[in-house]
């Protein structure tokens, strides 16, 4: 049992891969109760047994084997990631589970499939058990087919997909096998359970037996609908109610209803094979078809008759089989044929359903044409093929070729069509057969029902019938208003008794006219099933509305309601509606007598043709009380207009009596009942007075109350003509004006354009103007109406005419038409809305009728198109050119336009490209000409045009894709998105094609409310599209996806995403997580739409422009001008629909004094309400991720109490133009309605969360900017926000500091700062921390700067909850994927460290290694010394508060928004000093405005010194100006402001010192300069106290940068990095010349700063440049002034602890070490004069450490005996110079006796009180030196004494020189200064010049180059070079010519001339360095000031922007400030010494 104890300690995973089978079995049990026990899916446990569950099943033991499968069925149900397992193991269980001879084993494994599905992994275990079922084994297949039926009879067809398993099944059925038969049996019974007939195609070519075997079991299936009973981990709730269920008791109602919708929806069609026939026609087939004789041509129909058999046909181009086949039916004599073709007409449509739609309009009318046949078995097969035709399209598609037949003159045809649409209509459902559809239908077949033939009567009846049981009686009954009341009975009894279901097509069709019952969705498969529902949709309400008129009972009732009905019908023309009109016979002139009598005073009658006016007169006015007094129902119009037209009638010569008797024509026809019959008796007369002077208007008042009663359309056909068929002009022109007016107040609906086009030509050829003029007047007024379209009529008018009526056109452009204000409104009851309601919509239908449109069918010549398809190109091209110039002659034409299409549509692929885009072109043409009716065309000729996009050529492709737009403009997007063909075109896998395709779809998609869920079909290639290899496609794939998932949704999309890789799939569900949060919301329905939605809306769910001939004809006009403007809201002619809305419920003028009143209602204890309602949870509560309608309704519901009306409507219109109309309101009345703003403030707050949610920029920008006034105003009524109304308002703020346009971002944040004034910033603070969340990386990045602004505003108080929570999380974001986010943390927790100093680590927490560092980077970088928070707090409030006054976007951004992003991170730091200063200062330079002078400025500013002042200092001028005014020689004022300057130069320090570690070259090199300018002149020097620190770790990174970074880089000009090398060392040398500066130096820094320094000295990289040697030497230079100059204490601690890192440092060069060391020696030697300073304990505690690390044993192990060496020189040296007394200084150590030190100090104590010093000094140093080092005090005096009388004499001192050198070379620390001090200056600089010359000789270079920035004779004090600067080219002048200090010295010369000091003696450094010279003089003199003030110009303007360095520009000050050639630096400096003296004398 050895081996088992082995095995048993194993862990539970290996013990399963153990290779004994007991240890598996062990395994398995413990995996067993292990997967049992662990509750958490997600625990990493699971993860560990991902690759083993494959050989739990498959498992060789059969013992363990079944363990194995126990385990692993648990482990699938129970862990998160058994979906990665699903492949390998189901294939696992099918190949070695189902093969097991134990039932148990083939029980698990069938479990753990289903376990499977369960999961969600359906389609990958279906695909393993489709495999199976190919297994030779037939075990395998048996288990395969059982666990197959198990899973569906469980999970239900939805989840297990038939198709492939149908597929299958005839192929078991033929198994050998009969267990396999018998399995396949019970399969196939249990899909019929879920499937019922569908079922039956697919296996009808099994064994008969078979077959009848299985109808005996089908029959036994129980006819309820089966369910599903197992769910899938996604359908809990589904399961959840599936057993709430069981548990009622069985099936409840609620339930089944679902499912009953979810389970027929399998048919038949769907699970069959595509079969392709078009290859396997015969060959000759098309010859045979064409042969004479008719065997023959019968034997090619035959063979297609078989092929079309096929119950699925592939789709392909079938239009020459169906032409062929049209032929057939039309033309053939043989009938026997002709029934034939029908057949197989039918079969294809059957086979292709909606992919047969495009050539249905071509057949449609020859089958119904051929219905003259008599024979039956040809109606027959006609019959069935235009039904089955129908099926594949929509009755909308084919209506106008029906409507064209029914006026055939045979009676058979008719009967036929009439039936054909009785059939038609069952297919239809209320909402697929629109008004639009049944006007005409209705109209046709009312003529049949009064046919003189019977059966057509018959026929008709059941057509209307079956529409009045579709449609219902309210919408049909309108068009039925003059039937007599026995048909009207008759149609009645034929909609009774027809069926909507009737079964002669298959099984899947019938199953789909179940449906129609159900009323709740359309019939149809076909094509247009859903395109009517859609249109329909638009306007329920329009449906509804129009029978509310017959409330009246019988046809014949009062006018009122007939007017309304007219309104609904829109009176087109006299057809239909008139019937409605009330006609009243005409009357003899007695009887009419008689009435008038019966109502009149019998004085009035007798006095009307009396010959005294005056009685006239009166007699008139009894009319008039009389006609007001009488009531509507009594009145008899016609009696009493006839009365007033006798005699004299019209002829009324006295224009008083002539007005009163118009008056009274007007209040008859507004008064009473008045007819057309009425109306013509006056109108005569009416047009004959329109142009009196006197009388006009009463005639034009009469003509529009007549419209009103009579209709416009009527009454103005009639007036028109009337007034063109007389000569009176004024007449004329006074009509047309009537009639423009009369448009504009009833609207455009129902007018016959045609009728007056040719009176308005007649007008516009009229010889008098005034009759041109109103003509021009009434067609501008039309355009607002129709839009571009009405141009069309009058194109071959004269071009001055046409001029006119373009410019009257281009006024009109960008109106909308008014709305209607009469025609409507009077009507009483229910007619007044709805009359208005239809007329909207009318209005579109008839613009489209109105166009005279041409039937170009006959101009397509057999001979044209064979043009078109000829070989030759140039003939091709004629074609084509025929064919434009046909359709720009007919301008508008029908949509038959016979075989064009298929001509056109080869030519899309023409090689020649120019014919391609010729006949894009003439695409586009045809859209504009035909309109809407494009629509049957989409198919056979938009299509091809899509795969033209795929051209390679651009300008193709620029083509097309105009031309699909101006199809779908004219289509609608529904078109093109139905059935396969976008999907197809998008399969291909052409990158251009994709991506135009894609970009049309993105731009396309947003804009509709719904698409055909054929757009799925279109996803998956979608996908492959997102891992195209042309990074263009994958884009445009990005940009469509959130608009498929618009309308998809998520989970569609996520669900197809199941067939990728999972590689594949896992990027494209990332990327659908994206694109889910960037999905728009879909575009909101029209505006009203509570109830109804508005006829006038409809087409905005169409893409803009687009318009529905059916139901918005008139938008096709007038969507064009502004395509845009249509997008919220429908077109704009709708806009005025819906607005129209709001006018009407009062009369027009009220609107008007309506908007004078408050905009905001205060209603009293209205806000409290609000929020209790909402705490209650009585409402919402204001809180989403995007607004759902329930909010937006809710917030409406609010804001109704307490917003003005008018305002609301515009503030919840669907176009956003409105919104900003109401902002704009909205801002007007901000001061002037405080209360109301305040009291609906959190309603205002809420509205403009939505408006943050709009797209439209616009609208944004006038929000934010009233949101900054709204605060603004808040502040000032120190109003504070209540929780609910920030809770509810900054969240959806705080989404908008992420918008990608920065103007939008400045404004947010503009905003968000003014909130602090009015909610606390503490709470705010959480706001913006929650938006540090968001997956908008600009927002992390704007939230987290916001809460570095709220820190340093506010303190740490702010930080919510806690500042270590706080802190903790902003850190989180320092490692952050994106690069502006991370900067933004690191900034934020910079501000705060700088307000909290260290204590920030400490609450930071523990942060990652790298984000430390990336912290500690900046934080060193930043470099601002901690100042006192509180002290800030204080000053910061009142200041938030003044600046917000100033411009808000100054207070976030500071100053300089246009500088480097290099530069923006250190710029922060800056921006937050420039904060506290005012925000005054804006430069565009990154020298900050403190550093430079605007000389403009001050010459135009004449004020007095006094006032003038305090602005100078902000600009540091006065320094520049004391010299000047000042100038008593030997004396020096100090600036009256230099307190004031000093508080304020820091924060400028700050900011430049931040910029020398900037990244830029140029940058660093310009900061180093201002430093420099400032450590020159020793007066400004003390401004750097306190900065030293900071400005050195700034210098030491800049070093670094350029060591790991620049000089790394290839693509920088090498000159660069040493011209920075140069400025670096230059301002350091300037520094380290300040002794009281360089003391500042801390350890740290100095310890940094020499690393840094000896780094750069080894860089061998440095040395390969030219210039390279000499920055070697400068740095040594810079080195010895650092350890002479620094504290000593700071740099001997410094030096001990860098030479103990480098030792440690395995990577460190030995060459560091010994150069750390060679530093040691050097403060060694300085020790004797330095020791008094020296704090020792601080260096002994050093060396102890030291010590510590380095003990003896280990030192003497190095290589190099350097290090003991130098550590027992130092030791013995500060022994020999303090002697005993040192051991007292060790106090600093803590146990000293352990330490090696004291006993180190102590031998050498003991051993130098033994001997002399002389033997530690040989340790020390060897050589000459010792011995000189040795010599007396004395003895040095007297050499130097003696080489400076060399130096005097005239013969030798070149001698003397050399020596001095040689020995300052040798004892580089010899004091000269003594020798010096009494020479004269002169004296001084020649020896100084001289020790230079030799320097440089030595070295062996004529001169040290310009362009190093260091030049030699200025080591780095860089004093300003002389005015004139003489250009030097490198390296061959003599030296002694040219340097600066040559005129240096005159200058100095003149100076002493003048008795202005030189240097004051004590502070002048010593000469110690050879390189060393005069500092500076104390007092700046002009010309310094001239030259620093020119070099600062110089380098801002000029110098790294465009000049190039070149060998004429020397370098005249330490810090490279170039100047140009001396001419010009002198004439420039002319320039400024006069401006300067300018200054001056103003100044004085």
């Known amino acids: ?83 990665k397992t699903t492949g390998e193991v189901a294939s696992g269980v099918v190949n070695k589970v189902f093969n097991q001879p134990k039932a148990r084993a083939k029980e698990l494994g069938l479990d753990i499939c289903l376990m499977y599905i369960e999961i969600e992994k359906g389609e990958a275990v279906q695909e393993e058990l489709l495999k199976g079922l190919d297994n030779k084994n037939p075990k395998i297949i048996v288990a395969c087919i059982e666990t197959l039926r198990k899973a569906l009879s469980e999970f239900g067809s939805k989840i297990i997909s038939l198709k492939p398993i149908i597929k299958v099944l005839p192929k078991l059925f033929e198994s050998r096998e009969k267990a396999v038969r018998d399995e396949a049996k019970l399969l196939a019974v249990e899909i019929y359970r879920w499937i019922r007939d569908a079922l039956r195609p697919p296996l009808q070519n099994i064994n008969s037996v078979q077959l009848k075997e299985l109808e005996e079991e089908w029959v036994k299936v ?358 409605k009109e009330i006609f009243e016979s005409e009357l003899s002139i007695e009887v009419c007598e008689e009435k008038a009598a019966a109502v009149l005073p019998a004085s009035c009658i007798q006095q009307l043709d009396s010959g005294n006016w005056k009685e006239r007169l009166a007699c008139m006015e009894e009319f008039q009380k009389a006609v007001e007094l009488m009531e509507r129902s009594e009145m008899p119009c016609q009696a009493l207009v006839r009365m007033l037209a006798k005699k004299p009638g019209w002829k009324e010569t006295n224009f008083q009596v002539m007005q009163m008797k118009l008056h009274i024509v007007a209040l008859i026809a507004q008064k009473g009942n008045f007819s057309k019959t009425s109306a013509q008796v006056v109108l005569d007369g009416l047009v004959d007075k329109v142009g009196d002077v006197k009388c006009g208007s009463n005639a034009k008042e009469a003509m529009t109350a007549i419209a009103e009663a009579c209709q416009l359309p009527w009454t103005a056909e009639q007036v028109v003509a009337m007034a063109f068929s007389q000569k009176n002009p004024k007449n004329q022109s006074e009509t047309l004006n009537w009639l423009s007016n009369a448009i504009k107040e009833f609207g455009f609906s129902g007018l016959n354009v045609k009728a007056f086009i040719s009176n308005v030509k007649t007008a516009l050829a009229a010889t008098n103007p005034a009759v041109r003029t109103s003509a021009i007047t009434l067609l501008g007024v039309m355009y607002l109406y129709m839009g571009p379209p009405l141009r069309m009529f009058f194109e071959d008018e004269k071009p001055a005419l046409l001029s006119q009526i373009d410019a009257e056109f281009e006024k009109m452009q960008g109106q909308t038409a008014p709305t209607p204000t009469r025609g409507i409104s009077r009507h009483s009851g229910g007619g007044g809305d709805d009359g208005e309601e239809e007329e909207q919509e009318d209005v579109g239908n008839d613009v489209v009728d109105l166009l005279p449109r041409t039937d170009i069918g006959d101009k397509i010549t057999a001979e044209l198109v064979s043009k078109i398809g000829d070989k030759n190109w140039k003939i091709r091209k004629e074609g084509l050119d025929e064919v434009t110039s046909i359709i720009n002659d007919a301008k508008f ?72 737009n101006a199809w779908a403009e004219q289509t609608g997007m529904k078109e093109w998105l139905e059935g396969e063909d976008l999907a197809e075109e998008l399969k291909k896998e052409n990158p251009f094609l994709r991506q135009e395709l894609l970009g049309w779809l993105a731009e396309k998609l947003p804009t509709l409310r719904s698409v055909p869920s054929d757009l799925l079909l279109c996803v998956p290639h979608l996908y492959s ?50 694109a889910k949060a960037n999905m728009p919301a879909k575009p909101a329905p029209p505006a009203k739409a509570s109830s109804r939605v508005v006829g006038g809306a409809a087409p905005a769910k169409f893409q803009p422009a687009s318009a529905l001939a059916e139901d918005s004809g008139s938008n096709t006009m007038e969507s064009k001008p502004d395509p845009k403007k249509a997008k919220a809201g429908g077109t704009s002619s709708k806009a005025k629909g819906v607005q129209g809305k709001k006018v009407l419920s009062k009369p027009n003028l009220k609107e008007d004094d309506d908007k004078s009143g408050p905009i905001f209602i205060v209603v009293p204890n209205g806000k409290e309400q609000r929020m ?124 908008k500091v992420g918008e990608p346009k920065d103007v939008i971002r400045k404004d947010v944040r503009a905003i968000l700062n003014r909130m602090c ?138 100053p300089a928004e246009d500088m480097s992003s290099k530069l923006k991170i250190m710029y922060r730091t800056y921006r937050i000093q420039n904060r506290n200063m005012g925000s005054h200062s804006e430069t565009t330079h990154t020298v900050p405005r403190e550093f430079q002078l605007d000389l403009d400025e001050i010459e135009n500013d004449n004020g007095t010194v006094r006032c003038e002042m305090p602005a100078l200092v902000q600009h540091k001028l006065d320094d520049i100006f004391e010299p000047v005014l000042i100038p008593e020689p030997k004396i020096r004022a100090v600036s009256p402001h230099f307190d004031d300057m000093h508080s304020n130069t820091a924060s400028t320090i700050n900011f430049v010192i931040s910029q020398v570690a900037s990244g830029d070259i140029n940058t660093s090199i310009q900061a180093l300069a201002q430093i420099d300018e400032v450590l020159r002149q020793e007066d400004k020097a003390e401004a750097m106290s306190g900065h030293i620190d900071q400005f050195l770790i ?125 530093c040691l020696w050097r403060m060694v030697r300085l020790l004797p004069e330095t020791i008094n300073s020296i704090n020792l304990d601080r260096i002994l505690l050093d060396i102890h450490i030291f010590m510590k690390v380095f003990p003896k044993e280990k030192l003497k192990q190095c290589k190099s005996e350097f290090p003991i060496r130098t550590l027992k020189t130092l030791l013995h040296t500060l022994c020999k110079l303090k002697g005993p007394k040192i051991l007292d200084h060790l106090t600093m150590i803590d146990n000293k006796n352990e330490s090696e030190l004291e006993a180190h100090l102590c031998r050498v104590m003991k051993h130098s009180m ?64 003594p020798f010096l001090k009494n020479s004269s200056q002169f004296f001084q600089s020649y020896v100084e010049r001289g020790l230079r010359l030799i320097e440089t000789e030595r070295e062996g270079k004529g001169r040290i180059a310009a362009s190093t920035g260091i030049s030699p004779q200025m080591e780095g004090t860089c004093v300003p070079a002389s005015t004139h600067t003489v250009s030097s080219s490198i390296g061959n002048t003599n030296g002694e010519e040219v340097g600066p200090s040559v005129y240096l010295e005159r200058l100095k010369i003149l100076r002493q001339r003048c008795g202005l000091d030189n240097a004051k003696q004590e502070d002048r450094p010593p000469l110690t360095s050879l390189l060393s010279k005069p500092a500076l003089p104390t007092v700046a003199s002009s010309t310094d000031m001239l030259h620093s003030k020119l070099s600062q110009l110089r380098e801002s303007r000029e110098q790294y922007q465009h000049l190039d360095l070149d060998s004429n520009q020397t370098h005249s000050s330490g810090i490279g400030t170039t100047l140009a050639s001396p001419s010009s630096a002198a004439a420039n400096i002319d320039d400024l010494k006069k401006r300067l003296e300018r200054i001056k004398s103003s100044r004085k």
């Open 1025 to 1074: 599209c997102l891992e195209d290899r042309n990074g263009d496609v994958r884009k445009k794939a990005q940009d469509a996806l959130p608009f498929f998932m618009m309308h998809l949704g998520f989970e569609k999309m996520a669900k197809a995403t199941s067939k990728l890789k999972p590689t594949s799939k896992d990027q494209v569900l990332a990327m659908l997580e994206k």
């Open 1317 to 1454: 004034l009015i909610y606390p910033a503490s709470k705010m603070f959480t706001f913006i921390m929650e938006g540090t969340k968001s997956k908008n990386s600009k927002q992390r990045a704007e939230c987290l700067e916001e809460l570095g602004c709220l820190v340093e505003s506010y303190g740490m108080n702010v930080c919510q909850p806690t500042p270590g929570k706080a802190l903790k999380e902003m850190a989180t974001h320092i490692g952050d994927r994106d690069n502006t986010v991370r900067n933004a943390a690191l900034n934020t927790i910079v501000t705060v460290y700088n307000v909290h100093g260290d204590q920030v680590f400490k609450l930071i927490g523990n942060l990652s290694e790298k984000d430390m560092s990336m912290l500690e980077e900046r934080i060193k970088r930043s470099a601002k010394r901690p100042s006192a928070a509180p002290v800030r707090q204080a000053e910061e409030k009142p200041q938030r508060t003044q600046n917000i006054s100033a411009n808000a976007s100054m207070l976030r951004k500071g």
């Open 1 to 83: 049992m050895g081996d088992d104890s082995e095995w048993m300690k194993l862990p539970i995973d290996q013990k399963c891969e153990h290779k004994l089978w007991k240890a598996r079995l062990n395994g398995y049990e413990e995996a067993l109760k292990l997967f049992q026990k662990i509750d958490d899916e997600k625990s990493p446990e699971w993860s560990k047994y991902l690759g083993l569950i494959k050989k739990f099943v498959t498992d060789s033991n059969a013992v363990a084997q079944l363990k194995g499968l126990e385990a692993a069925l648990a482990y699938v149900e129970n862990a998160h990631v058994a979906g």
């Open 1594 to 1718: 700034a210098t030491f990174m800049q070093l670094r940068l350029i060591y790991n970074t620049h000089m790394a880089d290839e693509k920088l000009d090498k000159d660069e990095i040493v011209k920075l090398y140069s400025c670096i060392i230059g301002s350091m040398i300037s520094l380290f010349q300040i002794e009281s500066l360089a003391r500042e130096a801390s350890t740290g820094v100095l310890k940094d700063l020499m690393h840094g320094l000896i780094t750069l000295m080894l860089d061998s990289r440095v040395e390969d440049i030219e210039e390279g040697e000499q920055v070697i030497r400068s740095v040594n230079l810079l080195v010895v002034k650092v350890l002479e100059k620094s504290d000593q204490t700071n740099i001997l601690s410094a030096l001990l602890v860098l030479l103990q890192d480098s030792l440690l440092a395995t990577a460190s060069s030995p060459k560091f070490s010994e150069l750390v060391m060679k």
């Open 222 to 579: 129980s006819s309820v609908a089966p369910k599903q009973t197992r769910f899938l981990r996604s359908q809990q709730e589904l399961k959840a109610k599936f057993e709430q269920q069981q548990a009622v008791g069985g099936d409840a109602d609620g339930g089944g209803d679902d499912e009953e919708e979810a389970v027929p929806q399998v048919d038949a069609y769907e699970l069959l094979e595509a079969v392709e026939i078009l290859s396997k026609l015969p060959k000759d087939f098309y010859e045979k078809i064409e042969a004479k004789k008719w065997q023959e041509r019968k034997e090619a129909l035959e063979a297609v008759e078989l092929l079309v058999k096929n119950p699925k046909l592939e789709s392909g181009d079938y239009a020459d089989l169906v032409k062929v086949l049209k032929k057939v039916v039309g033309k053939d004599t043989n009938v026997m044929l002709v029934a034939l073709a029908a057949k197989c007409l039918a079969g294809l449509a059957t086979g292709l359903r909606k992919k047969f739609g495009q050539y249905a309009g071509h057949v449609v009318p020859t089958i119904l044409e051929k219905f003259k046949e008599k024979k039956p078995q040809v109606v027959q097969a006609l019959q069935e093929a235009i039904d089955a035709i129908f099926l594949t399209t929509t009755l909308q598609n084919i209506s106008e070729d029906v409507l064209a037949v029914m006026d055939n003159k045979n009676p058979t045809i008719k009967q036929q069509t009439s039936l054909f649409i009785a059939r038609s209509f069952r297919h239809c459902t209320p909402s697929t057969l629109p008004k639009s559809l049944l006007k005409p239908f209705c109209a046709a077949l009312l003529k049949h029902i009064n046919d003189s033939a019977p059966e057509v009567r018959d026929a008709g009846f059941e057509a209307l019938g079956t529409a009045l049981k579709v449609a219902g009686e309210k919408a049909v009954n309108p068009f039925l208003a003059d039937v007599d009341k026995l048909k009207l009975d008759r149609i009645k009894e034929c909609a009774e008794k027809v069926e909507l279901v009737y079964g002669k097509k298959t099984g899947g069709t019938e199953k789909k006219e179940g449906k129609p019952i159900t009323g709740k969705t359309p019939a149809l498969s076909g094509a247009g099933g859903d395109k009517e529902t859609k249109d329909a949709a638009t306007k329920p309400g329009l449906l509804k509305k129009a029978p509310a008129v017959k409330s009246g009972g019988p046809p014949k009732k009062g006018k009122p309601a007939a007017a309304a009905g007219m309104g609904g019908a829109g009176a087109k023309g006299k057809k239909g509606p008139e019937t």
């Open 893 to 964: 034409i029908q949509p038959n336009i016979g075989e064009l299409p298929a001509a056109l549509k080869s030519r899309l692929n023409d090689s020649n490209k120019i014919l391609v885009q010729q006949t894009l072109s003439i695409l586009q043409q045809l859209a504009t000409a035909m309109g809407p009716n494009i629509k049957q065309h989409v198919k056979n000729l938009g299509i091809p045009v899509i795969t033209v996009l795929g051209d390679s050529k651009n300008n193709v492709r620029a083509a097309a894709l105009a031309t699909v």
């Open 1172 to 1295: 209790k309602d909402e705490k209650g949870l009585k409402v919402l509560k204001w809180n989403f991720t995007t607004p759902r309608d329930e909010y937006i309704e809710q917030l409406k519901t609010q804001m109704s109490s307490c917003v003005a009306k008018w305002l609301q409507d515009e503030m919840f219109h669907a176009d956003f133009q409105h919104h900003n109309k109401a902002l704009a309101v909205m801002i007007e009345h901000l001061e002037s309605e405080k209360d109301g703003v305040i009291s609906c403030l959190d309603l205002i707050l809420k509205w403009l969360t939505l408006r943050f949610f709009d797209t439209n920029t616009s609208v944004l920008m006038k929000a934010l900017e009233y949101l900054k006034l709204l605060f603004n105003l808040l502040s000032q009524e120190e109003y504070h926000l209540t929780e609910n109304e920030a809770s509810s308002f900054i969240p959806y703020l705080i989404l």
């Open 1810 to 1873: 033994d001997q002399t010093g002389s033997k530690a000094d040989k340790d020390t140093e060897k050589g000459a030196s010792r011995t000189e080092e040795k010599a007396s005090k004395a003895k040095v005096n007297d050499i130097l004494a003696e080489i400076f009388k060399k130096i005097g004499s005239k013969e030798n001192t070149k001698e003397g020189l050399a020596e001095l050198y040689e020995y300052k070379k040798k004892y580089s620390d010899a004091d000269i200064e």
